[in-house]
């Protein structure tokens, strides 16, 4: 079992930045690769970024690559998505997830947080 806790999110105007936090703790063989999504609803959850907890490599999607870097603090089990420059069409609802490969990460086929609330005003 692994569980994961996500914190940072909030409301910010358009340009502006947050970090969100995601901290891990259970399994460690089953969060090899962590990162996150992101849900509108009426909307699939949709891929923003990963990392491979082992060898650090990271993966970006959709359109928010390169506005955002995640990140992993092995020590504190604690993966961040730091956002910037953020637009309205990026509210959403951001969910940490871990699994034990990237691709059953991508299935989102793995561990879920509950989720926190981004909203960006224009």
């Known amino acids: 079992q692994v569980q994961l806790v996500e914190s940072g999110g909030g409301s910010v105007q358009a340009g502006g930045s947050l970090r969100l936090s995601c901290a891990a703790s259970?399994?460690?063989?089953?969060?090899?690769?962590m990162g996150w999504f992101r849900q509108v609803p009426g909307f699939d959850r949709e891929m923003v970024a990963g990392?491979?907890?082992?060898?650090?490599?990271?993966y970006y999607a959709g359109s928010m690559k390169g506005r955002v870097t995640v990140s992993l603090d092995k020590a504190r089990n604690t993966v961040y998505l730091q956002m910037r420059n953020l637009k309205p069409e990026d509210t959403a609802m951001y969910y940490c997830?871990?699994?034990?490969?990237?691709?059953?990460?991508?299935?989102?086929?793995?561990?879920w947080g509950q989720g926190t609330q981004v909203t960006v005003s224009s």
């Open positions: 997830a871990a699994a034990r490969t990237f691709a059953d990460w991508s299935l989102k086929r793995g561990y």
């Open positions: 259970g399994s460690s063989s089953s969060r090899t690769y």
């Open positions: 990392i491979d907890a082992l060898l650090s490599q990271t």
